[in-house]
Structure formats: C-alpha cells, structure tokens
DNA sequence: ATAACTGCAAATCTTTTGCTTACAG
DNA sequence: CTGTAAGCAAAAGATTTGCAGTTAT
C-alpha cells in the first residue's frame, strides 16, 4: 500500500464524521497537496472491495454523492434529518437478528448491508412547534 | 394531475421490475412520443414528496442512477446480487419491529426507510461451486 | 524489467435548471 | 386571467477513464 492509500485510510479512520469525496480530499491534501481526485476514487473503490469502508448514501440528502466510514465491527443504521441534516447512527441487536433472519431464509451471501432512514429527529420535531 | 403523470404513475405501479428514469421515459415515450425527461424527472420528485414512490439505489448494482417503486403497504428489503443482477425483495416481521424501536429508542420521526442489501444469491452461490 | 500507482484532463452518466411556450382551472 | 406543466437545451454535480509519466518490487 502507498503512502497516499495509507494517508486516505488513516482520514476515514480518524474521522468522526461522515466523509464525502471532496472533503475527504480537502482534508488529504493538507498534507500532500498533489493528492488527485481520481486517487481519492481509486483507493475507495479498493477498500470497498476489500470491506474495510462502507458507502452510504444518507438518503441522499445533500446532492447524489457518496460517503464513507471505515467499517466497525457492528453494522448500524444511520437515520438522517431531513431538517437539519444531522446524521445519527442507531445499532440494535434487531438488527442483527434481522440479518441473521434474511440469510437463513434466503440463503443469500451478504457483502454489504445498508439500512438508512430519512425523516425529523426528535429535536426538530420539537424546535418545530 | 395531468396526462403525462398519470401517465408515468401507471406505468410505475404496472411494472414489476423496478425502473430507472431512462427505461421509465422509455416506456412512457411509447405511449407519448413527446414526453421529456425534465418531466420523468420532476414528476418522480413530486411522486416522492408525496410518498407514492420509493427511491432504490440497489446497491448501485448497475451505475449510479435510482430506482422507482411504487410503495406498498408493507416496506421491505431489497437484495441485489452482484453476480447476477437479481434484485430480490424481503419481508419479515423482524423488520416491521425493527422500525418501530427505532422510532421509540431515538424519538425520530420516519419518513423513509430503505434497507439494500449486495452479496451473491442463493442460485450464483450454487453455480459459482 | 514488470507491474502497479499517479496526475491530469477529458469523457461519461445522472440529475437539475432557466427559459419560453402551452395548457388547465 | 393566472398559475402550473412541458419541452428543449444547457448546466451542474459526481464519478470514471485514457494516457503518459513515475514509483515500487
């Protein structure tokens, strides 16, 4: 792996946040200005194979980009707020129990899980009084 | 409503498969020869608005674009194989209770839910062998 | 040497928008 | 009349690709 992937990666890692491709090159590029866009493109599209990043589309509330987060050893859901935009994560073990479920019953071989909600957080249900 | 969204809604709610914008607009130009994508597209955004249709991105199992459906009267899951393409769709009661404690854990008012799942199905494991 | 990685620019794909004309209430 | 819808073409946003040069094994 080269310096730029291991740069990338440790970013994702690090972050707290959700990353899209422009911010996480905005971020890359603090310490190595040359750092491409298309590099940025190329060592997701490895990692996502690789499953060590998830990609998410968080209802797709800011435009039709993508981001991403290094994958935890726990699948969660992310629930957007079409209001403020925040962007919380819920972990359950329904969910678990869920997937369990759909492999068993369908006998399909599951690469990925994606489950986002989209709708009002509580605090602006209640702001929005 | 006009013609051509009635139009567009009917062909949405006959379909069994799940559409995207070019193959939707496909289909209606049989019937309309002059209809627009501009009109697909702001069409389907009102659709959504009004929560007639859901929005898939089937793991973007095939580009970037979105899928349409119309919506049932019971959400459920959707399984895309990366192998073969098949989209298969999951119902489970698991999931219904999943829903539910979200929204009493978090307080979050949901408008949406979309839960994708990739991986291989059943049938590409077995000839995969 | 050989294969993989990078930057750059251009291309592609999907979705959105501005504007003018046409239609519906 | 007045507001909404439609067609067209152009723009915008996100991602991918071809190619030439570079780096790592």
Redesign the interface.
């Given at each position: 792996m080269t310096a730029q992937r291991r740069l990338l990666v440790r970013i994702i890692q690090d972050s707290s946040r959700h990353l899209d491709v422009a911010t996480l090159l905005e971020i890359a590029r603090k310490q190595d200005a040359a750092i491409d866009r298309a590099t940025v493109y190329r060592t997701i599209a490895l990692l996502k194979e690789h499953r060590l990043i998830d990609e998410l589309?968080l209802?797709?509330i800011e435009g039709?980009k993508h981001y991403y987060e290094a994958k935890t050893s726990r699948d969660h859901?992310h629930?957007a707020?079409?209001r403020c935009g925040a962007i919380?994560e819920?972990v359950?073990p329904?969910?678990d129990?869920?997937k369990k479920?759909?492999v068993q019953?369908?006998?399909?071989?599951?690469?990925?899980?994606?489950?986002?909600?989209?709708?009002?957080?509580?605090r602006c249900?209640e702001n929005g009084k």
């Amino acid at each position: 792996m080269t310096a730029q992937r291991r740069l990338l990666v440790r970013i994702i890692q690090d972050s707290s946040r959700h990353l899209d491709v422009a911010t996480l090159l905005e971020i890359a590029r603090k310490q190595d200005a040359a750092i491409d866009r298309a590099t940025v493109y190329r060592t997701i599209a490895l990692l996502k194979e690789h499953r060590l990043i998830d990609e998410l589309d968080l209802m797709h509330i800011e435009g039709e980009k993508h981001y991403y987060e290094a994958k935890t050893s726990r699948d969660h859901c992310h629930m957007a707020c079409f209001r403020c935009g925040a962007i919380m994560e819920y972990v359950s073990p329904s969910f678990d129990r869920l997937k369990k479920e759909m492999v068993q019953q369908s006998g399909f071989q599951i690469r990925v899980v994606r489950l986002e909600v989209g709708g009002i957080c509580k605090r602006c249900q209640e702001n929005g009084k």
